[in-house]
């Protein structure tokens, strides 16, 4: 439920109330206030400001692949929806006819977000002595020290924020005869999550992004269009080195510690991660997309056809970075990649 209020002839404000239904959850009703509001400065500036709470459920959408999480009726139930809160503010103004300018910059605090339950636990840690890391004298007795676990049920014990700018500057179609429209962004954004104190990046930040994109219309029914991106890459959890599998087994009725080894005596290495950060970062990332469409008339019906090609020159974008150790007992690094180059041909009618 909203409205637009009308205040003068220059200012405008649009109050506005959501009401969300969760039934899975512990807490099912949920209201959001929002409000926003414009200012004419002139005929070619206007200011804007945004406040606003928004929900969602957890679900398999969020999911972190790092650390699953259960999604189930038992575990919902104890589960409250994640909650924003943003504060934007706004800049426009018409620098021609043909340009427009837009500056934004935002604050979004969140709240209840869903992480993993951690359990206070303990683990057998056996340290390297300098040998080979393949057999057994290559680490120390193994000792139990303290440490956190993480279980699949999802819990409500994180808070973050999301915050930076965006400035634009845009190519409209003013006229009719206009070929050329298009648009150059950059855009700097941070976005944290802070548990038990300690601050840590949101898989998804990213902290630099541009983008660039053009379409012409070179012929009465037919257009080009380029768009290239460039971000920074996204945050990843990095390998502190390589630890021997240790099981426990029983031997004259009690469990010790014992180093696994393979059939033929080599010691079973496992890589060690960071547990609470994300303190590497993917490659920067950058592609460039080119579609042609033309637009027939075909048994008088409104046609788009057109060509795509994705990843034009065949940047191999990290998508992930693998750990795995060599023979030789070794930390190594596979890289995981994007989509190459995709060309693919597309179709659509309007009626």
Do not use: C
Not at 319 to 340: H, K, M, T, V
Request: proline residues 5%.
């Amino acid at each position: 439920m909203q409205d637009r209020i009308r205040i003068g002839d220059r200012f405008f404000i649009q109050p506005g109330l959501r009401l969300d239904a969760f039934p899975v959850l512990g807490q099912q009703l949920y209201v959001s206030p929002r409000v926003n509001a414009s200012f004419k400065i002139d005929e070619l500036s206007t200011l804007r400001a945004a406040y606003g709470t928004y929900y969602q459920s957890p679900g398999l959408e969020k999911q972190d692949f790092r650390n699953r999480l259960l999604f189930s009726e038992e575990y919902l139930g104890e589960a409250v929806a994640e909650r924003a809160d943003h504060y934007i503010l706004g800049f426009d103004r018409m620098v021609s006819a043909e340009w427009q300018f837009k500056a934004d910059t935002y604050w979004k605090r969140f709240s209840d977000v869903v992480v993993p339950e951690k359990l206070a636990g303990s683990r057998w840690v056996s340290l390297p002595t300098g040998a080979d890391p393949r057999s057994l004298e290559g680490w120390t007795t193994p000792v139990r020290v303290g440490s956190d676990s993480l279980t699949v049920r999802p819990v409500n014990e994180a808070i973050g924020d999301s915050y930076g700018f965006e400035v634009m500057l845009q190519k409209i179609r003013a006229y009719p005869t206009d070929r050329f429209t298009g648009w150059v962004s950059y855009a700097l954004s941070f976005a944290e999550r802070e548990r038990d104190n300690i601050l840590t990046p949101f898989l998804f930040d990213q902290r630099h992004a541009v983008n660039v994109v053009g379409n012409y219309r070179f012929a009465e029914s037919w257009d080009v269009g380029l768009r290239f991106t460039l971000r920074s890459g996204r945050p990843q959890r990095e390998p502190l080195g390589v630890r021997p599998r240790v099981i426990e087994e029983e031997r004259n009725g009690q469990l010790v510690p014992v180093i696994q080894t393979d059939q033929d005596g080599r010691v079973i290495l496992d890589v060690d991660y960071e547990q609470d950060q994300l303190s590497g970062r993917l490659n920067l990332y950058h592609t460039l997309d080119l579609r042609i469409t033309t637009y027939p008339s075909w048994w008088g019906l409104t046609w788009s056809v057109y060509l795509d090609i994705q990843n034009v020159y065949n940047r191999e974008n990290e998508q992930a970075g693998r750990y795995y150790i060599s023979d030789e007992g070794a930390l190594e690094r596979r890289a995981i990649y994007g989509i190459p180059i995709f060309p693919s041909l597309g179709l659509s009618l309007t009626f």
